[in-house]
C-alpha cells in the first residue's frame, strides 16, 4: 500500500517536529508579550490625568485592539503548528517598566515605557522572522506584517517623546 511518506508538508511535516517545537516555543513568548502588552496598555490609556495626557491615551486604546489582534494571531498559529495555547496560570510578567508612574500626569514615563516595550518586540519578532526564515513561510509572513506594526507604533511614541524632550518635559 502506497503511503505518502514522501509528501513534502513543509513545516507540519514528521521531519520538522524538532523546527516546530523550537517556533511554537517563539510564538507562546511573543504570545505572553502581547497579553502583557495589552494589559499594560489598558491601564496606562485609562490612568493618566491632564490635557497632555489626551493624545497617549487614544493612540493606546486603538493600540490594545492591535496587540489583541497580535496575541489572537499567534495563538491560532501555535494551533496550526500543532501546539496548545497555554492557559493563564503559565504566565509570568516581565513589563517592569510599564507599571503606573508615580504621578499620574507623568506621560513622558509612559511614552519611554511603550517604547521599550515596543523595542523589545521589535527585538523578538526579528528573531522570530530569522528563525522561520525558509522552513515556516506562514510563520514567517505574519510575524513580517506584525513587526511592521510594532515599528508604526514605536515610531509613533518616538515622535510624542520628541515633543516632550522639545518642551523641556522628558
Ligand atoms: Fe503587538
Redesign the pocket.
Known amino acids: 500500500m502506497a503511503t505518502h511518506s514522501s509528501t513534502y508538508a513543509g513545516i507540519l511535516g514528521d521531519e520538522h517536529r524538532a523546527q516546530r517545537t523550537e517556533i511554537v516555543a517563539m510564538l507562546t513568548k511573543a504570545y505572553w508579550m ?1 497579553i502583557e ?1 495589552v494589559m499594560s496598555y489598558i491601564a496606562n490609556s485609562v490612568n493618566p490625568d491632564g490635557v497632555r495626557a489626551q493624545e497617549i491615551v487614544q493612540s493606546l486604546r486603538q493600540d490594545i485592539q ?2 489583541l489582534g ?1 496575541a489572537q494571531q499567534f495563538a491560532t498559529r501555535i494551533k496550526e503548528l500543532y501546539g496548545v495555547v497555554p492557559g493563564s496560570m503559565k504566565f509570568s510578567a516581565e513589563q517592569t517598566y510599564l507599571q503606573p508612574p508615580e504621578h499620574q500626569t507623568d506621560i513622558a514615563y509612559i511614552v519611554k515605557g511603550v517604547i521599550e516595550a515596543e523595542t523589545g ?1 521589535i527585538e523578538y519578532y526579528n528573531r522570530i522572522i530569522q528563525t522561520t526564515e525558509g522552513v515556516d513561510p506562514v510563520t514567517n509572513d505574519m510575524m513580517i506584517a ?1 513587526l511592521r ?2 515599528e508604526g507604533h514605536r515610531r509613533l511614541f518616538e515622535g510624542f517623546l520628541r515633543e516632550y524632550q522639545a518642551d523641556g518635559l522628558a
Open positions: 502581547e502588552t492591535e496587540e497580535h518586540a506584525i506594526d510594532e
